[in-house]
């Protein structure tokens, strides 16, 4: 069984590297708070007597040597980087549920047949140099790594350079080759398991997401002296897609998402009607070809609505990534995992895009969630339980014992 | 008869002051170049003869004396600043139009019983200095001297500062008491005249405006992990309202005007839902009972909406303008004019407020509208024809002429 206090005060001492006022975390990815948390985690994995590597796009690597230490690892880890205004739980526990593994098992003096390997992914939350998920991806192939390392960030610093300047721009080459499966504790993000009183989600997949940006253009006009009949009026356009999306999304229940999150009117004056609306659309589904269908009634939807409002529009997808289901001996073994310990549990979908999704594509991957206060997270205001992180902690325990054998 | 080139000289010489790239017009209030269209203004005032008074906010009277000098005068003018993207006829053609008249009448020796007066009002488009109609709303005492000159720009340097900087903050002391009648030409600044054919517009009132500011206020929450039905989603409600505002004003025919100009969300990211949105709403009609009865309608559909979306909001009302009915006797005088001149001409309400608005409340006053090109304003390629624009300045110099006796 993992330790609950110490695995609490692993986070609460973590969360202290960019506190804020309100009580969250600013730690943006290659800051210098970055690299304090990489060093702390680097000394606590060293202390229980792990090997560490630093690839070239700054993933850490932690490594408890196995009985058999030729045989492919078994990996668990997440992220130490925050939203700007980002919780102390998204991400770091992942990162810290890893390490209270590695403790757990020093402290039984456990040996696993495979190796045991704790990562913490560069720059998941994208927030200082897009994308997410960069570490994750670049290692995974699914992102170019020189490409990643020459992205720049608005005071125009390369990736590279800000990787360089914290001292984690590592020389170890890693491959993904040699992992038996990967596994994510995570906080759920969403409002679910508190919903349905469950302690642990064991995540079966999660959805595929199409983005998209949208301007629409009509005519700017003087909002007294033009009458309604004569309007090219973009953001009533805007309104209209908005509510698509809405209905497009309920229409494809319990798995549909979309959200319009970005509205920008231009010219943006009280008395001029909006000549012009740029705007973005979140399409999330389970089912492939069920998200390409919303995404095509979607355009359905703009297309008639521009020719309603005499609107001429623009659409250009800006993400898409395909729905991914987790190998089932992941999720079995999640599973199992929870009912052994008596964990309250559900199989759940993960809405969001995790580093064990891009993990996905290259070995067997899975996921844990605990439930977060009232669903609430990328907020300083982010909270969740003690007793559930532990629990979801001894699930990530147990899963990985049956993956690396004893 | 008014002299059409000469007044497009003038107009085409006055809109190299601040001339944009794409044919348009930069002067706003209290800069230098207002100062440079003021001193023109003066300049050509004086060499036909006029006394010129400047008033505490910047409004400058060019008077030319009748044979009765003590009789009231019969005043016209506009304004010469300019929207920060602004056309070349917007105000300047009724400053303009006025000085052609009185070029007109000094050409053939014509001497009128009642003074003339041609006025250049300060600030009426509110860009630099809010609010609108600065000058002839202190003129009129429906906004407050001191208020006005203590407004600050965006640098917080105040209006009063600036004033006294372009040398413009006069001590004539001009008072609306010996005023008979107010007449200002303006560009209609919408597409009804050019819609059906004619040349003059004899505007007979103005719509009534109700502003708001509206701010919905739901719940920020990840886009991915949030169920559709536990979402507190802000845009949804101000997508509702956006549609609510034009079914409203297109219920309300032909007088009804209802635009959302502006629409702020937050956090305004890709895979956020927005937790917040702050929106305007412009509502306008002619009757004054029936735009309150608009309001309410308004103020009925945020409550439901946010209701049904468990949205909290706050909604203020920013601007509140009754409805102007112009006195007879302008009216009369101007479609007389056109009526004299052939000139093709219709009743027309004003959707835009004017400084003849303000003036209509401590005297009579009328306008008199002329086409501009697809109805544009507010923007650099606002575009009027030469003829057009003499004959609504004929029609000026008619109606003015009937008013001060000869
Ligand atoms: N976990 C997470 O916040 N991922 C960001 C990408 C997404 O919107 O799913
Ligand atoms: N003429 C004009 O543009 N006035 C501004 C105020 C309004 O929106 O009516």
Sequence with gaps: RTDRERLWQALMEM??????PKGG???????????????????????????IRIDAIGNIFARREGQEPDSPSVMTGSHLDSQPTGGKFDGVYGVLAGLEVIRTLNQHDIRTRAPIEVVAWSNEE?????????????FTGQLGLEDMLARTNEENISAGEALEAIGYRGTDRVTPDHIKAFLECHIEQGPILEDTGNTVGVVVGALGQKWFDLTLTGLEAHAGPTPMSLR???????????????????AYQPHGRGTVGVVNLHPGSRNVIPGQVKMTIDLRHFDSETLTLMAEELHQVIKETSQHHELEFELTPSADFSPEHFADSCVSSVRRAAETLGCSHMDIVSGAGHDAIFMGRVTQAGMIFVPCENGISHNEIENAEASDLNDGCNVLLHAMLEQAGL
Tied chains: 1, 2.
Excluded at 25 to 48: G, H, K, M, P, Y
């Design 15 to 20: 969360a202290k590297l960019g506190a804020t």
């Design 25 to 51: 975390v600013n730690r943006q990815a290659f800051t210098d708070l970055d690299r304090q948390s990489r060093d702390l985690f680097i000394d606590w994995c060293r202390a229980e007597g792990c090997t």
């Design 126 to 138: 994208g927030c200082r140099f897009a994308p997410c998920m960069m570490g994750s991806g670049a």
């Design 232 to 250: 090219r009026d973009a953001m009533l356009g805007a309104a209209e897609v908005t509510q698509a999306v809405n209905r497009i999304a309920n």
